[in-house]
């Protein structure tokens, strides 16, 4: 597609409920990364994928959260037994590769709220 | 997690004024970048700057990227309405690590 593409753009969920996430990122963009806006806050780094590698994991807050890239394109994000702190905006970006200069576009983010 | 340190967190201007904002970090960056955030979008970037010392201009935007690697700032000359928007600061070590992020800066503008 032109750009990035997260689903749903909203979604609430009851405390304790698993949801999931999805981002479609531009076609052939080998790199793919989730961040984490809360309300007020900058961008929290929770994942990301590059290639066949093994994805950089370090920014996921419990082992609630997990994440899947299959056949290097859509991306899942799913969080476990959702809490009321785990509402925010999740934003998916994707870059052409990792070369220092290629610019990351993000897409306009799912804004999950957990009551 | 790691986040950069940027202020002002909020800015109510008067249209045509010029608007100054800047981000420190107590490590250093390789690469410094300027994003602005509508309501209800993703980031988009604004300036890029990949070497200690740059200055970097895109229209009435002017960035620079801190001699000590550490710092950076983004003004914005004669502000429009239309500039009003979160802007966010983000720092990268090298192409394969993440961006870090400041907590944004609120910029209103008043007509």
């Known amino acids: 597609g032109a750009g990035v593409s997260q689903s749903p753009s909203n979604k609430v969920t009851e405390k304790g409920k698993d949801v999931e996430l999805r981002c479609d990122p531009i076609?052939?963009?080998?790199?793919l990364y989730w961040y984490r806006q809360s309300l007020g806050q900058g961008l929290e780094f929770l994942i990301y994928?590059?290639?066949?590698?093994?994805?950089?994991k370090s920014g996921l807050p419990s082992d609630r959260f997990s994440a899947e890239r299959t056949g290097g394109s859509v991306s899942t994000l799913t969080i476990q037994r959702t809490q009321q702190e785990d509402s925010a905006v999740y934003l998916c970006?994707?870059?052409?590769?990792?070369?220092?200069?290629?610019?990351?576009?993000f897409g306009q983010g799912t804004r999950l709220t957990v009551v | 997690g790691q986040q950069l340190n940027q202020s002002p967190q909020s800015m109510f201007i008067q249209e045509g004024e010029d608007v100054s904002m800047n981000c420190t970090s107590s490590s250093i960056f390789n690469t410094w970048l300027w994003y602005k955030q509508d309501p209800g979008e993703g980031p988009v970037l604004l300036i890029a700057l990949y070497k200690a010392g740059e200055l970097t201009s895109n229209g009435r935007l002017t960035a620079q990227f801190g001699i000590t690697r550490k710092d950076s700032f983004l003004n914005i000359s004669a502000s429009i309405p239309s500039d009003v928007g979160i802007y966010f600061c983000a720092g990268q070590l090298h192409g394969n690590t993440p961006l870090v992020f400041g907590k944004g800066t609120r910029l209103s503008v008043i007509a």
């Open positions: 994928f590059q290639g066949n590698s093994a994805p950089d």
């Open positions: 076609s052939g963009h080998t790199a």
């Open positions: 970006a994707s870059r052409r590769d990792l070369a220092v200069n290629t610019e990351a576009f």
